[in-house]
Structures are given as C-alpha cells and as structure tokens.
C-alpha cells in the first residue's frame, strides 16, 4: 500500500487568507498529496505575541477557511501544547502519529533562507520534504545558501505558483480602517466582524456568545454557509438602504435550527402552538425556518419581530414580504459557495439593484425546478409568485 503524502502548513495565519489557499491547492495538485494539515501556532519562537491574535480566533479562522476542501484540515497540534514550539518536535508527533506517512511541509521562500537557524535542522530535513512557494523572486534554487542546506540532506520541490508578496500586516491595517481586505475569504472576513478583531468594531452586539452557541448547534459547512449568508445581506442591506445591524443578524441566525431533526422540530412546533400546513410540517427544509425564529428569540435573545418574521419565511417566502424579508431570502440563494442551479448569476445580477425582480426570478427557477421534479410547489410559495407577479413595477426595477 503506497504510503500517504501529508502536506503541513505551518503559520500564524493572523489572519488566513487567500494566498494561503491558493498555495496550499498548488502543493497539493503538485505534490499529489493525500491531504493539507494547516497548523496554526501556538506561542512562535519567532514572533511571540506582538500584533499576534489570540490562538483560539486564529484556528477558528483557519477552521472556517479550509472547510470547504476535504483535504484541508485546521489541527490545534501547535495550540494545545504548552511552553514553546519548535517545527522538530511538531514533526515527531505527527511522526508517532502516523509512522508510514510522507509528510511535506509547505514553506515561503522567505523561510527557506532561514532554515538553517531552525532547531535541529538536520533532524528536520531527515523528517519530511519542503515545497517552497515562491514569494518575491523567481528562482531561490540559485541562492548559496540552498545548496549548503542541500549538501545537509534537505530536500525541496518548487511550486509553480508565480511569486506574490501578500503582506499580513497590511490586510490586518486595512483591517483596523474598517476596510474590507479583497485577500481575505468573505467568511473569515464575517468571523473578524463579529468577534471584533484587529481593531474592527463588534458588529452586533453579544455577538461572541451567539456564534460560540451557533457553533455548536451547526455543522462546520451549515457554519460556514451562515456566514456567508450573513456577509451577503449585508451587502444587500448597504445596496437597498436597509439596517445593516438587523440584516446581519438575520442571516447569521437563519439556519440556527436547520440540523435539528424533523421529529425533534415537529415536537418544537407543537410546544409553541404554531399554526402551520402539513407540508411544512412534514419537511424539515421547509420547517426549520418557522422554528428557527422561535429558537431565535428563546435561545439567541432576539426581540427584533423584523428579524424573526425574516427567519421565519427564509424558505417560502411570503405574501406582503418586507425588504429585509426578501434580502435574507435572496442572501440564502445566492451566497458565494452556493453551487451553480439555473438563473443564479441572474438572481444575483438582479439582487444588486430590485430586489422585487431577482424575488421572482429566483421563485420562478425554483417553480420550474419542481415542476421538472413532477413535484408539488408549496402553496406559500405559488401565492408569494402570484402577490409578486402583480406589484407595480418601480422606475429602479424597470431598468433591470
């Protein structure tokens, strides 16, 4: 049996961002690795804690940026270990961890010429192979320097990734200027938001104790797909004059009971008397948008009635729907990881600018999904196409 090839990223990751990713994709279709540990340190010999975020923010960050891919995983190797932590010792764990691994640890060209200040750089480079990503020159194989390592027994692969400097400390200043670094995973970018790090402000209030209780409620991608449904009506919410505050609120919650069972949403259901049809009922992706608003106010302390009528039709849709209602049902179709369906880069187009129309479209694609499904439509669902169907159309919709 051949053994496994480990990619290891080791960093701050304060924060992770995109370049990260983009070299950890190319090391691991380069070097045909099995999979990518992203280790997050603990207390860096090198950097201590100067401008370092706290350990738990920078590996909830790293956790939320590498969930989408199976093959990336966020480990707490580095976080849980007392005292200061050297790449030699990490190795040997994992080592003891999996005996038959190859492991591959991922590097900047900037560390490829400091290696030999590394502890026990010799034990180092019998322990695993380096792929070296280029960061500002275009061939650091020519460096003295790599040779002497070589000589060592050190070996390195070169990644083809063309060489880019993306400075941390820049994405954390643009940061504390309240600014949106385009380096940055929109959901990782969300998380900074609401645990008010790197000097941005909270973006709603109390928000710590509502994600640590959503965390535990949600899967990781249900987690993640929050988020970013968060992030997204928000957009929305600046692009139509809408709360931003409430709209964010709305979308980080709205899933909040979406891995709860149907049994168990049918007994939730029932203890708050909710006067709901049988076909709700009867689906837990219909029902868990009711309940979810119920949970909201009892369990997340929403008292905001806008924002819990928002969660409560997030999945039907209703007649008379209020622009927050619609900008939180829209978030939830359009969110950047939603896999491609029919009419989404319209719906999209169409939420920038009426809400109205990319309403409809997106009812009607889904009307149109069922049908091909020979499938009934929801009754709520038909009745929001019809009320829509027949609101005036405004001077901003008509140009769309």
């Known amino acids: 049996m051949p053994k496994e090839r480990i990619g290891i990223m080791g960093g701050s990751f304060n924060p992770i961002h995109d370049r990260h990713l983009a070299i950890a994709a190319s090391a691991l279709a380069e070097a045909k690795l099995s999979r990518i540990i992203f280790l997050p340190t603990g207390n860096p010999p090198h950097k201590r804690t100067q401008g370092l975020e706290d350990a738990e923010h920078r590996f909830e960050m790293t956790r939320l940026a590498t969930i989408r891919e199976q093959r990336f995983t966020a480990s707490r190797l580095e976080l849980d270990r007392q005292g200061v932590i050297y790449t030699i010792d990490t190795l040997n764990l994992l080592k003891k961890q999996m005996p038959n691994a190859e492991f591959f640890y991922i590097i900047g060209e900037d560390t490829l010429l400091d290696l ?6 010799d034990k180092v480079f019998a322990l695993c192979t380096f792929l070296v990503c280029r960061r500002i020159t275009t061939d650091a194989s020519a460096h003295p320097l790599v040779r002497q390592l070589e000589a060592r027994g050190a070996r390195f692969i ?3 990734l063309p060489p880019l400097d993306t400075s941390a400390t820049e994405i954390r200043a643009r940061l504390a200027r309240g600014e949106q670094p385009e380096q940055l995973p929109l959901q990782v970018f969300e998380y900074i938001r609401l645990m008010g790090l790197y000097g941005m402000p909270h973006a709603i209030p109390n928000a710590q104790s509502l994600y640590r ?3 535990e409620a949600l899967s990781d991608r249900r987690l993640n797909h929050s988020l970013l449904v968060a ?3 928000r957009r929305l919410a600046a692009l139509h004059g809408l709360d931003e505050v409430q709209c964010e609120l709305a979308g980080l919650l709205h899933d909040c009971a979406k891995c709860i069972p149907l049994a168990a949403l049918q007994r939730i259901a029932r203890e708050h008397n909710m006067l709901l049809d049988k076909e709700t ?3 837990e992706a219909l029902l868990h948008g009711p309940v979810g608003a119920v949970l909201a ?3 997340y302390g929403v008292s905001d009635m806008s924002i819990l009528a928002a969660i409560r039709c997030h999945t039907t849709g209703r007649v008379g729907m209020l ?3 619609m900008a939180l049902f829209l978030a939830d179709k359009i969110e950047p990881s939603r896999r491609s369906y029919p009419d989404l880069l319209e719906v999209r187009a169409l939420a920038e600018t ?3 129309a990319a309403m409809l479209r997106s009812l009607r694609s889904t009307q149109q999904y069922v049908t091909r499904q020979k499938a009934p439509l929801h009754p709520t669902t038909q009745r929001v196409i019809a009320w829509l169907e027949r609101l005036p159309v405004t001077i901003k919709e008509r140009s769309t």
């Open 281 to 283: 009922l009867a689906n």
């Open 213 to 215: 209780r959503l965390r």
């Open 297 to 299: 106010e009892t369990l």
């Open 116 to 121: 030999h200040n590394w502890r026990a750089p």
């Open 354 to 356: 009426s809400l109205v």
């Open 231 to 233: 992030a997204t009506v």
């Open 158 to 160: 070169y990644l083809s």
């Open 323 to 325: 622009p927050i209602d």
